[in-house]
Nanobody, 119 residues
Framework: QVQLVESGGGLVQPGGSLMLSCAAS????????MGWYRQAPGNQRELVAT????????????NYADSVKSRFTISRDDAKNTVYLQMNSLKPEDTAVYYC????????WGQGTLVTVSS
């Protein structure tokens, strides 16, 4: 059973950057498309970025929600069973708990990591 542990959140000023990490247990991580989600207070969880699985980095494809496109970058290191989310030019509306998971699977959610963007 795959378990997910997110980290890297914190308090950052508008315009700042953070790098989130998601470590997955289990050796089947590399077969999954992985995604980063976020949930702001009072809102539903939304998918903000995905990255497909592929042996070569160049063969992977990424997709982003319009709200984060050109500011966030998703990447993965299958040797480390880890997926990352580099977040630049952060805005107050990016404040949320961020989670990773594999879309379309029944993998249990981790505890998430809180990102707060505020001056």
């Amino acid at each position: 059973q795959v378990q997910l542990v997110e980290s890297g959140g914190g308090l950052v000023q508008p315009g700042g950057s953070l790098m989130l990490s998601c470590a997955a247990s289990g050796n089947i991580f590399r077969i999954y498309t992985m995604g980063w989600y976020r949930q702001a207070p009072g809102n539903q969880r939304e998918l903000v970025a995905t990255i497909t699985s592929a042996r070569s980095t160049s063969a992977r494809s990424t997709n982003y929600a319009d709200s984060v496109k050109s500011r966030f970058t998703i990447s993965r290191d299958d040797a480390k069973n880890t997926v990352y989310l580099q977040m630049n030019s952060l805005k107050p509306e990016d404040t949320a708990v961020y989670y990773c998971n594999a879309p379309g699977t029944a993998i249990s959610w981790g505890q998430g990591t809180l990102v707060t963007v505020s001056s």
